[in-house]
T-cell receptor
Framework: AQSVSQHNHHVILSEAASLELGCNYSYGGTVNLFWYVQYPGQHLQLLLK??????LVKGIKGFEAEFIKSKFSFNLRKPSVQWSDTAEYFC???????????FGKGNQVVVIP | DAMVIQNPRYQVTQFGKPVTLSCSQTLNHNVMYWYQQKSSQAPKLLFHYYDKDFNNEADTPDNFQSRRPNTSFCFLDIRSPGLGDAAMYLCATSRAMGDDEQYFGPGTRLTVT
């Protein structure tokens, strides 16, 4: 079964700072990769996804993630955060052809105005 | 427009008293999922329905059951809730079972007294 690791569970940063959240997975085969975001009081929603093709994926709200197969990583980045980016961010993985998501524990990100 | 709806948003039940959580969707998706998310932990897949075909995860306790009477509705039944079953329960849907985005509901927070 696949598993996902996210480090630095709590991240606090100021507006305009850059954000990078690490995600590593363990699975021997081909995978699909996702980042989901949960804003305070709201449901989980998709930020971006990687199925195949260009390993640099651009998502909503200026976020991007890079799939590095050799490192089993799918790190999330945003060059300049805003207060509205305060949320919990979850990395998730499914085996290719299968939608059974395995989530990481999440990163709680707080952006200070 | 709500796409995946969960009722109630908060549920309190007594130790050992059966409880049912409900999920409905307006997306006409084939697949519906139930996840359990305990405090400070990753969401964990309990089971899913592909149309009427039920698929249980190997480590889902027998105490948890599910019903899907039609495309739009799916229920999570906890036959004898224990204190350890207190969690957020998330419902999600997807069009297909492979390589597809999942859409999440807001969750039901279950408290067991």
């Amino acid at each position: 079964a696949q598993s996902v690791s996210q480090h630095n569970h709590h991240v606090i940063l100021s507006e305009a700072a850059s954000l990078e959240l690490g995600c590593n997975y363990s699975y021997g085969g081909t995978v699909n990769l996702f980042w989901y975001v949960q804003y305070p009081g709201q449901h989980l929603q998709l930020l971006l996804k990687y199925f195949s093709g260009d390993p640099l994926v651009k998502g909503i709200k200026g976020f991007e993630a890079e799939f590095i197969k050799s490192k089993f990583s799918f790190n999330l980045r945003k060059p300049s955060v805003q207060w509205s980016d305060t949320a919990e961010y979850f990395c998730a993985v499914t085996p290719y052809g299968n939608n059974r998501l395995a989530f990481g524990k999440g990163n709680q990100v707080v952006v200070i105005p | 427009d709500a796409m995946v709806i969960q009722n109630p948003r908060y549920q309190v039940t007594q130790f050992g008293k059966p409880v049912t959580l409900s999920c409905s969707q307006t997306l006409n998706h084939n697949v519906m999922y139930w996840y359990q998310q305990k405090s400070s932990q990753a969401p964990k897949l309990l089971f899913h329905y592909y149309d009427k075909d039920f698929n249980n995860e190997a480590d889902t306790p027998d105490n948890f059951q599910s019903r899907r009477p039609n495309t739009s509705f799916c229920f999570l039944d906890i036959r004898s809730p224990g204190l350890g079953d207190a969690a957020m329960y998330l419902c999600a849907t997807s069009r297909a079972m492979g390589d597809d985005e999942q859409y999440f509901g807001p969750g039901t927070r279950l408290t067991v007294t």
